[in-house]
């Protein structure tokens, strides 16, 4: 059975109702957490759970990570989207100001990035392999190399040959979110464009890995749907790639749906702060060793309580438009961002908090 199969059959098994106070309170008595245990801690009624699983993910955290937090910022360098998402600001039918960075433009969004010494750099684009072809992708990614020592991408999903060529460029890692495993409301908000197509986005990263990257980045985007479902479904997702390649570096991010631009309303309705902390904290408990990165979508206080708690990895210092490190904005922004700080303010936050920022986790050789 593959990966997708399987997932998807976990998925629809998992009835989170089914789980008691009891249940939690067994998974977290156990030294290891398996797939019943993940499946209860994150159950409704793990939510009355949530400070013993606080203290067991952070000592998991420490244990694995130490007191370190590796800081980045991401660089979108085009929003061109030939895809039709309901609940995306790029997506190919919002009216947004377009706009694709220069060679030259782009180096200068590195140097400023350079000079608040960071050395790890996510790059994005939209979803349009004409406007940002793998060779434009490609192009940035060695020049990139001139000015960091960690780059990873989040773009559109590629072939195994592309993701070969993009990481003989130099890119270390590769973030591809499956949004929701409810393949019908994937069906239902994924209107038209090459995105529309679950399995080819699900296997992603299997893809990526073929490729010869050095790790990925999995998730949902929390809100889409069931959140519950969705959370555990990538947490399958994850563990699965983990066992098959045990040499990559598996990873979580934990997006939750955002307002953008022409739809200020676009939330994540059931997903507050608490349920968004149960996820993080269950999935530190089901994979210790696995990086979880919390962005700016989410504000200033409540990524400052959960570094170190559970995430291991924080964006700084961001700009979620077409450039805007160096010069303004070239186009308009994916999502409305809820922390605006600069990379020596959250450097300073994580000091305060006996925590020491990282800007590099990796030396290229």
């Given at each position: 059975?593959?990966?997708?199969?399987?997932?998807?059959?976990?998925?629809?098994?998992?009835?989170?109702?089914?789980?008691?106070?009891?249940?939690?309170?067994?998974?977290?008595?156990?030294?290891?957490?398996?797939?019943?245990?993940?499946?209860?801690?994150?159950?409704?009624?793990?939510?009355?759970?949530?400070?013993?699983?606080?203290?067991?993910?952070?000592?998991?955290?420490?244990?694995?990570?130490?007191?370190?937090?590796?800081?980045?910022?991401?660089?979108?360098?085009?929003?061109?989207?030939?895809?039709?998402?309901?609940?995306?600001?790029?997506?190919?039918?919002?009216?947004?100001?377009?706009?694709k960075l220069s060679m030259e433009e782009i180096e200068k969004e590195y140097q400023a990035i350079a000079r608040t010494g960071l050395k790890e750099i996510l790059i994005l684009t939209g979803e349009s392999k004409t406007?940002?072809?793998?060779?434009?992708?490609?192009?940035?990614?060695?020049?990139?190399?001139?000015?960091?020592?960690?780059?990873?991408?989040?773009?559109?999903?590629?072939?195994?040959?592309?993701?070969?060529?993009?990481?003989?460029?130099?890119?270390?890692?590769?973030?591809?979110?499956?949004e929701t495993y409810n393949t019908k409301t994937y069906d239902q908000v994924h209107l038209s464009g090459p995105k529309k197509v679950f399995s080819y986005r699900f296997n992603a990263q299997e893809r990526a890995l073929l490729g010869g990257m050095r790790g990925v980045g999995?998730?949902?985007?929390?809100?889409?749907?069931?959140?519950?479902?969705?959370?555990?479904?990538?947490?399958?997702?994850?563990?699965?790639?983990?066992?098959?390649?045990?040499?990559?570096?598996?990873?979580?991010?934990?997006?939750?749906?955002?307002?953008?631009?022409?739809?200020?309303?676009?939330?994540?309705?059931?997903?507050?702060?608490?349920?968004?902390?149960?996820?993080?904290?269950?999935?530190?408990?089901?994979?210790?060793?696995?990086?979880?990165?919390?962005?700016?979508?989410?504000?200033?206080?409540?990524?400052?309580?959960?570094?170190?708690?559970?995430?291991?990895?924080?964006?700084?210092?961001?700009?979620?438009?077409?450039?805007?490190?160096?010069?303004?904005?070239?186009?308009?922004?994916?999502?409305?961002?809820?922390?605006?700080?600069?990379?020596?303010?959250?450097?300073?936050?994580?000091?305060?908090?006996?925590?020491?920022?990282?800007?590099?986790?990796?030396?290229?050789?």
């Open positions: 059975m593959e990966i997708l199969d399987k997932v998807l059959k976990e998925y629809k098994e998992y009835d989170y109702n089914s789980y008691t106070r009891n249940d939690v309170a067994s998974a977290l008595s156990k030294d290891t957490i398996d797939v019943e245990d993940y499946k209860a801690l994150l159950s409704p009624k793990a939510m009355e759970f949530l400070e013993p699983m606080a203290r067991r993910a952070k000592q998991e955290t420490m244990k694995h990570f130490g007191n370190s937090v590796c800081l980045f910022t991401p660089l979108y360098i085009a929003n061109y989207c030939v895809n039709h998402c309901v609940y995306c600001g790029f997506n190919c039918t919002n009216k947004i100001h377009r706009a406007a940002s072809s793998v060779e434009y992708i490609g192009d940035a990614v060695e020049l990139a190399k001139k000015y960091f020592s960690t780059i990873g991408i989040e773009v559109y999903p590629m072939d195994v040959d592309e993701y070969e060529y993009i990481h003989k460029k130099g890119a270390d890692f590769v973030s591809v979110y499956q999995c998730g949902a985007l929390l809100g889409l749907d069931d959140f519950r479902k969705d959370a555990f479904a990538s947490g399958i997702h994850a563990s699965l790639l983990q066992k098959k390649y045990p040499q990559a570096e598996v990873s979580f991010s934990v997006p939750r749906l955002r307002p953008y631009k022409n739809n200020e309303t676009n939330d994540a309705k059931d997903v507050h702060e608490k349920q968004l902390l149960q996820v993080m904290l269950a999935h530190r408990l089901f994979m210790p060793f696995a990086g979880i990165t919390i962005s700016t979508r989410e504000r200033a206080g409540f990524r400052d309580n959960v570094v170190g708690m559970a995430a291991t990895k924080i964006s700084a210092g961001v700009s979620t438009g077409v450039g805007g490190h160096e010069e303004e904005e070239k186009g308009d922004a994916q999502f409305m961002i809820s922390d605006p700080r600069s990379v020596d303010e959250v450097v300073q936050m994580l000091g305060h908090r006996g925590m020491q920022g990282i800007y590099t986790d990796y030396v290229r050789v």
